[in-house]
């Protein structure tokens, strides 16, 4: 194999992958019109339900007298294992120390 049959193959080699490699183009610039375009029905999307909000019709809850008897129930309840939160010494934790004030001597302490 001589150095002419050498490059000949590499130049058959370069010309098959120069048709296979895909054209780099640079893209156009997408027009900016579509941004604002989407950022206007977002908008107006988000005033048409806001509208929709303030005008919807309110609707007046009322509740029966076992509705407000079960309520009160709930509220009474205590979980049976309350008692153990009540631990030995937690008075001292719920009240605040007293400390005397002292008249001290105050001879020969300047301010």
Excluded at 23 to 29: G, K, V
Excluded at 50 to 69: E, K, N, W, Y
Aim: aromatic share 4%.
């Amino acid at each position: 194999m001589t150095d002419d049959d050498l490059r000949q193959r590499f130049s058959e080699l370069r010309a098959e992958e120069m048709r296979r490699v895909p054209s780099f183009t640079i893209p156009r610039p997408q027009p900016r019109a579509r941004w604002k375009l989407q950022l206007a029905a977002a908008a107006l999307l988000v005033l048409i339900m806001m509208i929709g909000l303030v005008l919807r019709p309110r609707r007046q809850t009322t509740f029966s007298p076992a509705d407000h008897a079960t309520a009160r129930s709930i509220a009474a309840w205590h979980a049976p294992t309350d008692a153990l939160l009540k631990t030995p010494g937690s008075e001292i934790l719920s009240s605040m120390p007293a400390i005397p004030d002292l008249d001290l001597p105050t001879e020969g302490v300047t301010p």
